[in-house]
């Protein structure tokens, strides 16, 4: 056996080891899937991170601010979200299979049905800022930045919900690098925004915390605006039409939509459990962990864009009716994440200071946000092996078993681990500043959990017999 599949080879779903020429082929189309994925991914990150370090230059509590505003963000996009995987599934099979045509339908009427929920997400975020704000965790220092910013961004939660929903349509057909030039250009006009309004640049005012907003709300406008146009001019595999719903269409959306939004509402509600036990220790502490969750967002794009690709070639091969190739590919995809977590294992290790100063100069904050990064490396391995795997269950339409997970780790045993790590065992252990760390150590154990389960599951084969319509 020659050691290209001694260390990368994959098995199909009898047990048969993939031969090597096959099996580089899939590696081959697994990495030109991920790769645009993965760069819009990391360079998003990045310009996140320039951002929190823009508005970081406003203090501590703009840092906090801009961070509480997240969690009630993604509750708020719930249900578009948990409509986009479904339209991501479907429009996968409906590829695999030839049928143009159903994912052109799948398509128009995810848009129909989107463009209702970005409405009422609109005005519920506008009207409905303050106790959304509270229920974050706002406090005292945080409140009125908080409630200005989301009520900048929720003018974009429209333009939003169009851009997810063409995204998920384009990554279930492979053409990830259509999301990836959208992106980041909207994301490269969000930051150019964020240094002439919040500092006030260029004869703009300085707008500080609603400059970042307004930045971040013209970035997003801008990136539906490249979507629309990707599904409009001529070429294009989709196009705008007016919707006719079918029952067919409307019931593997909803068969995985609904499973996916009970995923999100188990993940958000335990991020805002864990955005509330991290924010009573102190405006400090909240920033640190708001610089580590930039850091750790990039080191996970690679996740991300591998996932995004088993996503895609597990529900096209499934919509081909080749379940060796979808258990294949699910393989690849986990072998590809394993790898190069390895490489990012090192780099954060030997940067991790660095990285810290990046963001601020206060002792106390790049201390947490150091000692945080540490934690952090140890859970890449699982974390990427975890989120690669959920891509391929997800694009088989396995949603149910993934928001179980979710419920049992995110909602449950992480919001746990961070109360017990963050206030008895900070208590008892003073000189070792555990609070801070607390939520990292939690999502490490939460990490190796899901994984495992994951690949537990991937290895039973029941998902390969999903049927979505």
């Given at each position: ?273 864990l955005a509330r036990l991290i924010a009573g220790i102190g405006t400090n502490a909240f920033a640190a962990y708001q610089i580590v969750s930039q850091v750790t967002s990039l080191s996970f794009t690679l996740g991300d864009g591998v996932g995004t690709a088993g ?74 092996g975890r989120v690669i795997l959920s891509g391929a269950l997800r694009g088989a339409g396995d949603v149910k078993f993934v928001a179980i997970c979710a419920l049992v780790s995110v909602a449950l045993l992480r919001p746990i681990l961070t109360w017990f790590f ?48």
């Amino acid at each position: 056996m020659d050691l290209f599949q001694k260390l990368l080879g994959v098995k199909d779903h009898e047990g048969n080891r993939i031969e090597t020429p096959q099996l580089k082929d899939l590696y081959k189309k697994t990495i030109s899937i991920a790769w645009p994925s993965t760069v819009e991914g990391a360079l998003m990150s990045i310009i996140g991170s320039v951002d929190t370090m823009m508005v970081g230059t406003l203090g501590a509590a703009s840092i906090a601010a801009v961070g509480l505003t997240s969690q009630p963000r993604m509750i708020m996009l719930i249900l578009a979200q948990a409509l986009c995987v479904g339209t991501t599934a479907l429009c996968a099979r409906r590829k695999g299979a030839h049928d143009n045509a159903g994912a052109n339908a799948c398509l128009n009427q995810s848009l129909a049905i989107i463009t209702v929920i970005g409405v009422l997400m609109t005005l519920i975020g506008y009207f409905g800022a303050v106790p959304l704000m509270k229920l974050g965790g706002a406090n005292e220092d945080t409140l009125a930045l908080s409630v200005d910013y989301f009520r900048i961004i929720s003018l974009a939660f429209l333009p939003s919900c169009w851009q997810l929903c063409i995204c998920a349509a384009m990554r279930a057909i492979g053409k990830t690098r259509v999301t990836m030039v959208t992106n980041i250009t909207a994301n490269l006009i969000n930051v150019c925004l964020n240094y002439v309004l919040i500092n006030g640049k260029l004869g703009f005012p300085a707008m500080g915390v609603r400059g970042a907003a307004i930045a971040t709300a013209c970035g997003t406008i801008a990136a539906s605006l490249i979507c629309i146009f990707t599904v409009v001019r001529n070429g294009s595999y989709y196009h705008l039409t007016r919707p006719r719903f079918d029952k067919t269409t409307l019931s593997g959306l909803t068969k995985v939509g609904a499973s996916s939004m009970v995923e999100a509402v188990c993940l958000r509600v335990g991020f805002l459990m864990l955005a509330r036990l991290i924010a009573g220790i102190g405006t400090n502490a909240f920033a640190a962990y708001q610089i580590v969750s930039q850091v750790t967002s990039l080191s996970f794009t690679l996740g991300d864009g591998v996932g995004t690709a088993g996503t895609s070639l597990v529900g096209q091969s499934l919509g081909a009716k080749r379940k060796d190739l979808a258990m294949a590919h699910a393989g690849v995809a986990y072998r590809i994440g394993i790898c190069v977590s390895f490489g990012l294992m090192l780099v954060i290790a030997l940067t991790s200071r660095q990285i810290a100063l990046l963001f601020t100069t206060d002792e106390e904050i790049t201390r947490g946000v150091t000692a945080s990064l540490y934690v952090v490396i140890l859970s890449l391995m699982p974390q990427n092996g975890r989120v690669i795997l959920s891509g391929a269950l997800r694009g088989a339409g396995d949603v149910k078993f993934v928001a179980i997970c979710a419920l049992v780790s995110v909602a449950l045993l992480r919001p746990i681990l961070t109360w017990f790590f963050c206030y008895p065992v900070a208590a008892w252990l003073p000189q070792w500043d555990i609070a801070v760390m607390a939520p990292w150590i939690a999502f490490l154990i939460d990490s190796i959990v899901r994984d495992r389960l994951m690949a537990r599951r991937l290895k039973q084969g029941r998902w390969l017999d999903i049927k979505l319509s």
